[in-house]
């Protein structure tokens, strides 16, 4: 009976080439090129909601503080009188501030709030002025 035969040495591992793996690295960046820029507008853009979405809150307080306290028209709204209708513990609730730290104030019964200008200019290429809709820029 024959015995097999041994090999003194294995064949080596196939091990990737340099221009292999550079190449695997410029697919990965031109996938993360063509995605950044995505992601970035999309949280732009979810930043411009939650501002709209405070302003929308603020809007709403406002009214229901004037109605239960009978305020006129044109009557202001102190800051932590709003704030008395807005959920406890919410990120409005306890800064009076949107997203940037820009305090809302106080506010006119019967006109809408403002969108912060700093938030109006910082988000403008994604935000433009319709989409912000009733509410104006603040001065």
């Not at 080596?12 to 960046?29: G, H, K, S």
């Not at 009076?96 to 403008?124: C, E, F, H, K, R």
Request: proline share 7%.
């Amino acid at each position: 009976m024959k015995q097999p035969v041994r090999l003194l040495h294995s064949p080596p591992a196939r091990a990737f080439t340099l221009v292999e793996i550079m190449i695997v690295i410029a697919i990965i960046a031109l996938l993360a090129a063509i995605a950044v820029p995505g992601f970035l507008r999309a949280r732009k853009r979810s930043q411009g909601v939650a501002i709209l979405t405070d302003l929308r809150l603020i809007d709403s307080a406002t009214d229901q503080y004037a109605l239960e306290y009978n305020r006129p028209g044109n009557a202001t709204v102190t800051t932590a009188a709003w704030k008395l209708y807005i959920k406890p513990g919410s990120r409005l609730y306890n800064t009076s501030a949107d997203i940037y730290g820009n305090s809302y104030g106080d506010q006119t019964v019967g006109l809408l709030p403002m969108v912060p200008s700093y938030a109006w200019d910082n988000l403008s290429d994604v935000c433009d002025s319709s989409f912000w809709s009733p509410y104006t820029r603040a001065p």
